[in-house]
C-alpha cells in the first residue's frame, strides 16, 4: 500500500510513474488536491452502478484516495491482466459485462494513448479507471473464487456454513501486492471443476446453451466455486439426487452404498404454503419432506433406538391409523404420552375427541423389530432434527427414485456404517451382539449366548433399550446435491429431485 505522506509530496508517485512511462512531462503536473477533487467527485457519485459503493468509499478513505491500482499496476501491465482474465469469463460460464469489461477496456485505451492536452484532463480519466479496475477486481474475485450466488440466501434447507466474501476479505484484494499472482491464485482448480467446464464450452460452441445438460453442468460448476468447510482427509458424504452415501478418504472411496432420502415437497408448494397459512387447516398444508443440505460431524450411533415421532407425523399419519385401527398402536410397538407421562392404555382413547390441529399427545415407537429406524440410528448435531438410519422396509433400495422418506436419511448398510465409525473390534462386536448378531471376536461366544438366553426368558420379560455407542472420533458428514460430476472420464448426470437446479439457473442467469 502506499504511504500517505508520498502521496502529499508535490509530484507524487503515479505522476512520476507516467511521465517516466510515458516519456512526458506532462504527468509532472499531477496535483494530488486537485485530484482529490475530482476522485471523490466520481467516488460520490457511484451510488447503485457499483456492487460495494461502502467498502469502496471506506478503503480510498483510509489511503487518503490514492490511485493504488493505477500506480502500482497501470504501467507493469497487471491492469491489462485483469482486463484480459474478466474478456476470458465467459470460459466460467460467464458475460465479462458481469465484471464491467467494456468500461474497464475504454479506460485502460484512453490512458494508454497518451493523448492528454492539459493535466486537468488526466484526473477524471486516472479516477475513473481506478475506481472500475476496483469494482472489476472485486467482482471478479468474488464470483470467481467464491461463487456468483450465496447458497445460505437462497436455499431454503440450505445449512452449510460456505465461506463467502467480506469487508475485510475484499479489502486484501484491493490491496493486494501481487496483482497477476492473485489472478491465478483464484481460478478454480480442480479436476471435477475443469472437466465440467471443458464440457460446459463444448456445449456452447456447439449451440447448446439451451439444453438442460448445459444448464445443469453450469450450476454443478458454481456449486464448486463455493468454499466448503474442510471435511478432512476422511468424510462421509450423501449425495442426495444421486441417492448413495459415500465413505472418502481423500479422492479413495472406503465405502459406497446406497440411501433413501426425504420426498420431493409437493408441487405448487408455495402457492398452496400460502393457502394453509391462511386456512389454518392441515388438510390444506402441502408435504414437504425434503432432506436439508447441511454439514456437521457423525458422533454417536444408538443402537436399537427408540422413535420420537415428529409433531407433522402424527397428525398427518399416525392419528388416522389409530381411528382406523384402536390396536394400531399397540400391534406397532408405539407409546403414548399426555403431558409426558404414559398413557397406559392408548387403545381406549377416543381419537375424534382430539382435533389434529391441538393433538395434545406424543409418540414414541419403542426399541426393536419394526421401528421405523431399524436397528441403528446415526446421530450428528443439526437444527432440524435430522439423522442417517437403518430401516425395516429394506425394499425400497431396489427403486430407482428413493426421495421416499420423511426427511432423514435411510442406510443400505448400516451395520458396515457402524463398524466404520467405532472402529473398535471390541465396541464393534458389543454393538453386534446388542442386535443378536454372534461377536467376531469367538472368545466372547459365551457372553452372547449369554445375552440371547436374557432376551429369551419368559420369566423374566426382557425390555429392550437403546444402547449408545460413541464414534472413534467425530467425522465430517456432509449431505450434499449433486447433479453432474466427472467418473471415470465421463460426466454422470442426475435429475433435479428437488428443483434445485432450476432455483439456481435462474439466479444465475443475471451473470450469463
Known sequence: MLHACSWFKDTPEIGLKLAEHFDNK??????????????????????SNFSNPKLIRAYYKSIHSEPGLVTKY?????????KNYISRSEQHGFNPEAFGYKKLKALLEQLS???????????????????????SLIRYNNIIYYGALNPRKLLSRYYVPVKRPDSASMTAVLATGNLEK????????????????????????????????????????????????????????????????????????????????GGAREKDYAEKIKLYLKSGNLDD?????????????????????IWNIPVSIARSEIYWQAIRDPYYLSNNNIKVYYKGQLVTDPDTIQWNKY????????????????????????????????YLHDTNNKSAFARNNRAISHGCVRVEKPLEFAEMLVKDKYQYDQLRMEVNLPPVD?????????KLAKKADTLNIFQLKPKWFGTKKPVPLIINYITAWSQNGTIQFRPDVYGLDETLYAAMKKFM
Not at 506532462?26 to 451510488?47: A, C, M, P, W
Not at 504501467?75 to 485483469?82: I, K, P, Q, S
Request: hydrophobic share 35%; aromatic share 10%; proline share 5%.
Open 26 to 47: 506532462l504527468y509532472k503536473q499531477f496535483d494530488t488536491v486537485e485530484y482529490n477533487v475530482i476522485f471523490n467527485r466520481h467516488l460520490d457519485s457511484l451510488g
Open 74 to 82: 497501470f504501467v507493469n501491465g497487471a491492469l491489462d491482466t485483469l
Open 113 to 135: 494513448a497518451n493523448k492528454f492536452k492539459s493535466i486537468s484532463e488526466v484526473y477524471p480519466v486516472v479516477a475513473d479507471l481506478e475506481l472500475n479496475a476496483a469494482e
Open 182 to 261: 492473485l489472478l491465478r491464485d483464484i481460478q478454480p482448480a480442480s479436476e471435477q471443476y475443469k472437466v465440467l467446464q471443458h464440457a460446459m464450452l463444448s456445449y456452447a460452441q456447439k449451440g447448446e446453451k439451451d439444453t438442460q445438460a448445459f444448464k445443469t453442468v453450469m450450476v454443478n460448476m458454481e456449486r464448486l466455486r463455493w468454499k466448503l468447510p474442510d471435511l478432512g482427509e476422511e468424510h462421509v458424504e450423501v449425495n442426495i439426487p444421486d441417492f448413495t452415501l459415500t465413505w472418502f478418504s481423500g479422492q479413495d472411496t472406503l465405502s459406497h452404498m446406497k440411501v433413501c432420502v
Open 285 to 305: 398444508k402441502p408435504k414437504n419432506h425434503e432432506t436439508p443440505i447441511l454439514y456437521s460431524k457423525l458422533n454417536s450411533i444408538q443402537v436399537n433406538p
Open 355 to 386: 382435533p389434529r390441529e391441538k393433538l395434545p399427545f406424543q409418540f414414541k415407537q419403542g426399541s426393536g423389530e419394526g421401528n421405523a429406524l431399524g436397528k441403528f440410528k446415526f446421530i450428528f448435531d443439526n437444527g432440524s432434527s435430522i
Open 442 to 450: 469367538t472368545t466372547k461366544m459365551e457372553l452372547y449366548r449369554k
